[in-house]
């Protein structure tokens, strides 16, 4: 069975830097192409950003909100995947969920229960 | 970018009834490429449908997808209780890779 755990959401300053991981089991994570993708309270779902296996290169893209403070990155050896959250706004409070690609990259087959990260002062 | 547009915002009916919503593009999006979440209150979205009509592993029948260009649609037979939730439609595409609908509230009536 699919499990994605993700952790490392709360309270957080204006500018502040967290980092969410996301601990992956059940599917080969090496394999995987992964993304985050969010939810402002009460709101609808947003795609933040996504890498790709290492077998087909390993890249990342962002969505444009999140362009330049966002990292993606995953550890193959630790089945997990982190989000490097940089500069943040009170407007990237959300649930931030880790999401797979494990059929086909056009959609997301598997979500995490989501993490929420609120930047408030 | 492309935009999804669903409707309508809220569909209020009762169990047993059918429930049709519809998910507009700005631009034509392949079939291969549009999929349905479904949300229940306090939960993480999960797979419907993908690829415009194909259920996910473990989603009941009465769930089907439709459609092509820029009109699809869910249609879900039968409402049973759990089935009130919101729904989001998605689409794959370039620039950004993945937009999603603003979401349809399907309420008890």
């Known amino acids: 069975e699919v499990q994605l755990v993700e952790s490392g959401g709360g309270l957080v300053k204006p500018g502040g830097s967290p980092r969410l991981s996301c601990a992956a089991s059940g599917f080969t994570f090496s394999d995987a192409w992964m993304s985050w993708v969010r939810q402002a309270p009460g709101k609808g779902l947003e795609w933040v950003g996504r890498i790709k296996s290492k077998t087909d290169g390993g890249t990342t893209d962002y969505a444009a909100p999140v362009k330049g403070r966002f990292t993606i990155s995953r550890d193959d050896s630790k089945n997990t995947l982190y989000l490097q959250m940089n500069s943040l706004k009170t407007e990237d409070t959300a649930v931030y969920y880790c999401t797979t690609h494990l059929i086909m990259q056009d959609h997301f087959d598997c979500w995490g229960q989501g993490t929420l990260v609120t930047v408030s002062s | 970018e492309i935009v999804l547009t669903q409707s309508p915002g809220t569909l209020s009916l009762s169990p047993g009834e059918r429930a049709t919503l519809s998910c507009r593009a700005s631009?034509?999006?392949?079939?291969?490429?549009l999929a349905w979440y479904q949300q229940r209150p306090g939960q993480a979205p999960r797979l419907l449908i993908d690829g415009a009509s194909s259920r996910a592993t473990g989603i009941p029948d009465r769930f089907s997808g439709s459609g092509s260009g820029t009109d699809f649609t869910l249609t879900i037979t039968r409402l049973e209780p759990e089935d009130f939730a919101v729904y989001y439609c998605q689409q794959y595409g370039s620039s950004p890779p993945y937009t999603f609908g603003q979401g349809t509230k399907l309420e008890i009536k």
């Open positions: 631009q034509i999006v392949s079939s291969s490429f």
